[in-house]
């Protein structure tokens, strides 16, 4: 980038300083060398000082950062002045006080921008979390209520396994409450989503069926929390609660390339009336936040093939 704009200045200069035709081209391979060799130099010495640079206030490091550039200016223009006009004693310090005056201007509006582009990373990151703990607070409502109701059924009949789903909700409700988070590893996801099928056998009991195919390596996998266990949630209420015989849920996770690959399927709800707003908005609340996370290296798209609903989940390859 830099290469490139100082590279756009010295054509603008040229052009300007051209008395016959479009473009000096003298002076435009004179000014390019010129103007290459300082911003390289520049650069590389601002990078090598990166470390120190970054330990200073912001004004001391704009003063700083302009000081090495002048130096660097001044350093490049008296070597040129010695190559141009190799008698002693003559340099042009007029001109050379313009270089430098045009170098300083040229900084300081650089580093307005940069300071400009990192004050605007900050705000969205700063709106990104916000959205992203918006988003994860709305979720909360939709497997909360549901398992409460299931515990409530329990205490009259099973004390024992209400205890029991009792202390797999707390982990629900712990992860749900733990907004800090953007991402944990998969291994804590699974065990959210079969401590929610655990509560969840103890109502339907033979009508739910559960196969499980996790590809080995897949323990430490990055995964936005609470983004698997309502696709899971979906399953059972929308695929396996309506049927009086039941059906099979499978939730599968695999690696293709850079990318792994998590699957929900269960048995299609027989009528597109089940598919109501809540299961719209609990897909279109996990889209939100793989978004936000991870861009379009994220998927999250669901279909019907015969008798069986899918829903695919794709997340980039990081481990966590």
Not at 8 to 28: E, M, P, R
Not at 51 to 76: E, N, Q
Not at 229 to 234: A, F, K, S
Request: hydrophobic share 50%; glycine share 4%; net charge neutral.
């Amino acid at each position: 980038m830099l290469l490139i704009t100082s590279e756009l200045l010295v054509l603008v200069l040229a052009i300007v300083q051209a008395s016959d035709g479009w473009i000096d081209w003298n002076y435009f391979a004179l000014l390019s060398l010129f103007v290459q060799w300082t911003t390289l130099t520049s650069a590389a010495l601002i990078c090598l000082l990166r470390a120190r640079l970054a330990r200073m206030s912001t004004p001391r490091a704009t003063l700083a950062i302009s000081a090495i550039v002048l130096l660097d200016v001044l350093a490049f223009s008296l070597f040129a002045d010695s190559v141009l006009h190799p008698q002693p004693g003559i340099l042009d310090w007029q001109a050379i006080a313009k270089k430098l005056l045009l170098a300083l201007l040229i900084v300081l509006m650089v580093l307005r921008y940069f300071y400009l582009q990192h004050q605007w990373q900050q705000q969205r990151e700063a709106e990104m979390l916000a959205h992203l703990a918006a988003l994860q607070a709305r979720i909360q409502p939709h497997f909360l209520f549901n398992s409460m109701n299931t515990i409530a059924s329990l205490i009259a009949t099973d004390p024992e396994q209400a205890e029991e789903a009792v202390l797999d909700l707390s982990e629900l409700f712990r992860a749900s409450l733990r907004t800090g988070d953007q991402l944990i590893p998969l291994a804590r996801e699974l065990d959210l989503c079969k401590r929610y099928l655990a509560i969840e056998s103890l109502r339907l009991g033979p009508r739910l069926q559960l196969e499980w195919h996790i590809a080995e390596g897949l323990e430490g996998q990055a995964i936005p929390p609470l983004t698997l266990q309502p696709l899971v949630e979906n399953a059972v209420y929308h695929g396996i609660q309506p049927r009086q015989q039941g059906g099979t849920v499978r939730i599968e996770a695999e690696v293709r390339g850079n990318f792994v690959y998590l699957l929900v399927q269960n048995p299609k709800p027989e009528g597109t009336e089940n598919l109501h707003k809540g299961n719209r908005m609990a897909l279109s609340n996990i889209q939100a936040r793989l978004q936000a996370l991870f861009g379009e290296a994220a998927v999250l798209k669901h279909s019907h093939q015969g008798n069986v609903y899918t829903v695919t989940m794709r997340l980039p390859r990081i481990t966590h």
